[in-house]
């Protein structure tokens, strides 16, 4: 009865669903995140920074090219001093890599009253930035800079089309869980991604359902790649994407196929948590001892039942003789 209770409790502990994480490693072009206003968001750029504050609308061709930082859309100038900021939260930025390794952030979306950048540039005319306002960040400034943070909605990728930039070039993630008798998490499921995936994060399962899906907040930096020696062509930036323990799943579109949601199912949890094979393997070992004893038991049984039927038959055979002396 015990043995049925432990299994069973093993059973549930695998079987019933429990918080899980993300985490991410990737090389991408582009990618775009809505901040949550916290300090977690808070970047510090090295002097070098171009700030390009739109003046007017420029042809949405021309959005995402370095090009477009010219007087006819923009108020440009290069940053003397160090620029530090927190992203306020309703900012919508998108990121893209320029091809030689320079990163440009376009503000997609800003506060009423445009994107304040603080006190570090009050009297430049650069204090807040408008919508549509971008800023160039040059390999090498962000070399010095170091890493970037980001805390909010954050999406990496994007969806390939004609003329898409922005694609991710590849990278791996990783799903971390614990199960009921654990507090540290182990790694249930990994996995790769393929140039061109778009990766988002959602609160619960939502393929098949009308309601548009919510995304979770995620944590994560970006930094410079480091290039393989030799190579050439364009300079994508890497990203360290994770989230907290929670029950949701991740997102990926891929052109050509239908969105699917990656979640981990309890025989990952089953093949991958060491304490359950631990635990599992001396069960079977026990099964396998507990039929083993049943056996021999029963052989020693039948070899004494076996032992008392030759004996009996032994004894009425003496009988019988002993009887057949007596007559004669």
């Not at 206003?37 to 808070?42: D, I, L, W």
């Not at 890493?147 to 922005?166: C, L």
């Amino acid at each position: 009865m015990s043995l049925l209770l432990v299994v069973a409790f093993l059973f549930l502990a695998i079987v019933l669903p429990t918080k899980h994480s993300y985490l991410l490693d990737v090389v991408t072009y582009g990618a775009e995140f809505l901040p949550d206003g916290s300090e977690r968001s808070q970047w510090s750029l090295q002097p070098g920074v171009i700030l390009c504050s739109r003046t007017s609308t420029p042809p949405k061709t021309q959005q995402f090219s370095t090009k477009v930082c010219d007087r006819r859309h923009f108020a440009v100038t290069k940053l003397t001093k160090k620029l530090t900021f927190v992203w306020d939260r309703e900012t919508r930025v998108i990121l893209r890599s320029t091809g030689d390794g320079d990163i440009l952030v376009h503000l997609d979306a800003v506060p009423e009253g445009g994107m304040d950048l603080g006190n570090a540039l009050l009297g430049e005319g650069f204090e807040t930035l408008p919508v549509h306002s971008q800023m160039i960040i040059r390999r090498a400034v962000l070399a010095e800079s170091g890493s970037q943070p980001m805390s909010g909605e954050i999406k990496v990728g994007t969806v390939v089309k004609g003329g898409a930039t922005g694609l991710l070039d590849k990278g791996s993630f990783a799903i971390r869980q614990s199960l009921l008798w654990r507090q540290n998490p182990i790694t249930v499921q990994e996995g790769t991604l393929a140039h061109g995936d778009r990766i988002s994060f959602l609160a619960s399962r939502t393929l098949g359902r009308e309601k548009p899906p919510k995304e979770v907040t995620a944590y994560g930096y970006l930094s410079v790649h480091a290039d393989a020696p030799g190579a050439r062509g364009p300079k994508p930036f890497r990203m360290i994407v994770y989230t907290e323990p929670a029950k949701g799943t991740m997102r990926i579109e891929r052109f050509g196929a239908k969105p699917s949601e990656v979640a981990p199912s309890w025989t990952d949890r089953a093949l991958r948590d060491p304490w359950f094979l631990g635990l599992t393997a001396i069960l079977s070992l026990g099964a396998i001892v507990t039929t083993l004893i049943s056996s021999l038991k029963e052989i020693f049984a039948r070899r004494r039942r076996d032992s008392a039927r030759l004996l009996r038959t032994a004894l009425g055979l003496l009988r019988t003789i002993k009887a057949g002396r007596t007559r004669r």
